[in-house]
């Protein structure tokens, strides 16, 4: 890092390549990932403006792939990216903040960061004004979109007392109202006035990168075959399958669903045959980038489904992949995916169904994630019991493998759960098309 932040120059033709091909569209392979990560953070210590450009491209990419790319604290990321890039160009942030497509915390993080220019004697005041002025009378963001919280907070960075009126109006339309408490407007017009009062007591609102430390991200070593794919290949991966849903393929919380059903089931089901399940997208591609890109995605759903099975068959719990958030509908996908898994084989399932603890345990948790039909698709669960099932999803898998191969489990003296009623005539809620009568119904019954 240190070496190319020394000779920015040298890596920053290929760095925005990756950032230029990305911003087009094109999802970056893991080398040119890691390029991109650690180039661009180079080029941030070595304050190379060409790459300003291809940086603010990327930030109009959908807000799951900037997170992606760039952390989750993407308004701290992206703020000290635009100090240590910027390259005069004010107009050009002023665009892709005014973009109501673009990942709110981003716009807040280029907000913050044109008023830290500005502090710094980077940026012409008068039009970055103009950009918080025409943000305020243009409004491109919801009322409850943190960006607000990055102009409020560069109003009170530069001091801009005779604006304390705007943001107070603002509120009262109703800006921030579940995230801006009484006392928090208070300290923040207080803040405001000592601001104009001495600027120099002020901490400017981040500073720009100036160490690899100041990178949070580090890269995991890649893995072979025969590994299961580490933490960045699975991220990657799902950045590929998710970016593809629209084209009909899995996500990788519905696959890996499926994958640790086959994985804890009675038979082997060979790769072909779930790979051909979660890449339904039409085309040799399958909706890929290309066919580098679908030769990755296989071997690592091939890989992490062959690490799940190796894991459970050892008595090691798999860490269910399921996005996070507080969705009453949290896991409904990953349920749906290992019903699926189950429906992929249900003469092998079949003997559970006599056994009708073990069914309690096993596969009636899976029904209950999944949306209640007779509420419209909303959950029949309480928030603490969705959690709760979410939290035994790893020994449930643990214990379905226990089962087959013969073994106890204290999950099997648990307390049966009951299932909510789906019709027996009524579509399978593992999405196979069947009914649930000849799905997982036969297994559930």
């Known amino acids: 890092m240190h070496a190319a932040a020394a000779n920015p120059a040298d890596v920053a033709p290929a760095v925005i390549a990756a950032a230029t091909a990305m911003a087009a569209g094109r999802l970056p392979l893991p080398p040119e990932e890691r390029l991109l990560r650690f180039g661009l953070h180079a080029l941030a210590m070595g304050r190379e403006p060409s790459a300003c450009p291809a940086f603010l491209a990327l930030l109009r990419r959908p807000v799951l792939e900037v997170e992606w790319l760039f952390g989750e604290d993407l308004e701290r990321a992206v703020s000290r990216l635009l100090l240590s890039l910027f390259d ?14 673009v990942a709110e915390d981003a716009s807040s993080g280029l907000i913050l960061g044109l008023a830290g220019l500005v502090r710094a004697g980077r940026a012409d005041r008068a039009k970055v004004l103009e950009v918080l002025d025409r943000f305020d009378r243009e409004a491109p963001v919801a009322a409850d979109s943190v960006a607000w919280i990055g102009w409020q907070e560069a109003v009170l960075h530069l001091g801009l007392v005779d604006w304390i009126d705007r943001v107070q109006r603002g509120w009262a339309a109703g800006r921030l109202s579940d995230d801006f408490r ?48 580490s933490g960045d290949e699975l991220a990657w991966l799902d950045a590929a399958l998710l970016r593809t849903v629209p084209a009909k ?113 096993l596969i009636a948790p899976m029904i209950m994630l999944m949306p209640d039909s007779r509420q419209g698709g909303a959950s029949a669960l309480t928030p603490d019991r969705r959690a709760t099932l979410l939290g035994a999803l ?5 214990a379905t ?35 649930y009568k000849r799905c997982c119904g036969a297994v559930a019954a």
């Open 88 to 101: 005069g160009d004010v107009d050009a942030v002023s665009a892709v903040v005014a973009d109501a497509e």
């Open 182 to 229: 009484d006392v928090d407007r208070q300290d923040w017009i207080e803040r405001t006035r000592k601001a104009a009062e001495n600027p120099d007591e002020v901490a400017t609102p981040l500073a720009p990168i100036d160490d690899p430390q100041d990178v949070e991200w580090s890269a995991d070593r890649p893995t072979g075959p025969g590994e299961a794919p």
């Open 249 to 361: 393929n899995l996500c990788l919380e519905e696959a890996d669903g499926l994958l640790t059903a086959l994985a804890a089931g009675p038979v082997r089901v060979p790769a072909s045959e779930y790979i051909a399940e979660i890449l339904l997208a039409e085309g040799e591609t399958a909706a890929l980038d290309s066919a580098e890109h679908k030769a990755l995605v296989v071997d690592l759903l091939t890989r992490h489904h062959d690490a799940t099975e190796r894991n459970l068959a050892s008595g090691k719990a798999p860490r269910p992949w399921i996005y996070g958030g507080v969705s009453d509908l949290r896991g409904v996908l990953w349920a749906r995916g290992y019903l699926h898994g189950i429906a992929l084989r249900p003469a092998e399932w079949e003997p559970l169904k006599h056994e009708r603890q073990r069914t309690s345990a």
């Open 394 to 398: 790893p020994e449930i898998a643990l």
């Open 401 to 435: 493998k226990a089962h087959w191969q013969g073994r106890w489990h204290p999950l099997f003296n648990a307390a049966a759960q009951r299932a909510p009623k789906v019709g027996r005539n009524d579509p399978c809620p593992c999405g196979s098309g069947k009914k």
